[in-house]
């Protein structure tokens, strides 16, 4: 992952905000399983559903490198259930943080990571960028909380059937 140029990591920012969403989603009565990017038991992994959590650049890149983005694989074996995740999770995160959606900066990084391809072909997944390490530093590092939350929240949305849909791009800053 990112280490930005004072030290601060990708892996600090993603693992405050993993260990609150495996206690959310506990709290709500589900079995979470907390995996490595590199974890053997993605190979198979089946379950309710998987979510990458990462954090964007620490580079300046413009002032509009701000905000939240989300999605699926580009080819899955379960489009719908991956794509109302995706809608679950962008809706709720946006909700919860009060970040921008940021769905133009999705890269092929992204739609073809390697996750993806590693689980159980059943298992809808999704990865999210909370927020770009550079504008939305201050927000990632004092507020792992509220990012839980949403990613939390857009999960219990999926499992529980709750209307969803993709916000629409938001303003910079």
């Not at 990458?52 to 905000?67: F, K, L, R, V, Y």
């Not at 699926?72 to 921008?100: I, K, N």
């Not at 996750?115 to 939305?136: C, K, R």
Request: glycine fraction near 10%; aromatic fraction near 6%; charged fraction near 20%.
């Amino acid at each position: 992952g990112a280490v930005c140029d004072d030290g601060l990591t990708e892996l600090q920012v993603n693992t405050a905000v993993a260990e609150l969403v495996m206690r959310g989603v506990e709290g709500a009565g589900l079995e979470a399983v907390q995996l490595e990017e590199w974890d053997p038991r993605l190979t198979g992994f089946r379950g309710l559903a998987l979510i990458s959590i990462h954090a964007d650049s620490c580079q300046p890149i413009n002032e509009t490198a701000t905000g939240y983005k989300i999605t699926t694989a580009l080819d899955t074996a379960v489009p719908d259930r991956s794509q109302r995740l995706v809608a679950c999770m962008a809706d709720r995160y946006g909700r919860a943080t009060g970040m921008r959606f940021h769905p133009n900066s999705v890269t092929l990084d992204m739609t073809e990571y390697h996750s993806f391809y590693e689980i159980h072909s059943q298992t809808p997944a999704a990865i999210i960028e909370v927020g770009f390490l550079f504008l939305d530093r201050g927000f990632l590092t004092r507020n792992p909380d509220l990012a839980a939350r949403g990613i939390v929240e857009g999960l219990l949305c999926y499992v529980n059937n709750e209307p969803a849909a993709l916000p629409v791009e938001g303003p910079p800053g």
